[in-house]
């Protein structure tokens, strides 16, 4: 599947997702997120894949939520926006591959999940 702010690579069995953002310091917008665990489905159900390493480009590997979509948010989206973070975290978390995170930079918010 292409991304639009990730990039995929695999080498030596080994998965480099990069978030690329770096304009925006690599923070979390609904489709990056919806992006990542479309990327960790994949990654985990493909046989090629050994481990992955999650990683951003720039000079941050994530400064947080993308606040730009906050404004205006009900309590109600708030919470299912970040329930649907998290349940994007479990999937690496639970992911029966090795996952590192490379930490570049900085790490706020949703980059220290």
Do not use: W, Y
Request: aromatic content about 6%.
């Amino acid at each position: 599947m292409p991304f639009k702010f990730l990039t995929l690579e695999v080498a030596d069995r080994v998965a480099t997702l990069t978030i690329n953002r770096p304009d925006k310091l690599n923070a979390l917008n609904d489709a990056t997120i919806a992006e990542l665990g479309h990327a960790i489905d994949e990654i985990r159900v493909d046989d090629a894949i050994g481990g992955v390493i999650l990683t951003g480009a720039g000079r941050a590997f994530v400064a947080g939520a993308d606040i730009s979509e906050l404004s205006g948010q009900t309590p109600v989206l708030g919470k299912a926006r970040a329930r649907a973070g998290q349940d994007v975290f479990r999937r690496f978390e639970t992911c029966p591959k090795p996952v590192i995170a490379a930490v570049n930079g900085f790490a706020l918010g949703g980059g220290c999940e």
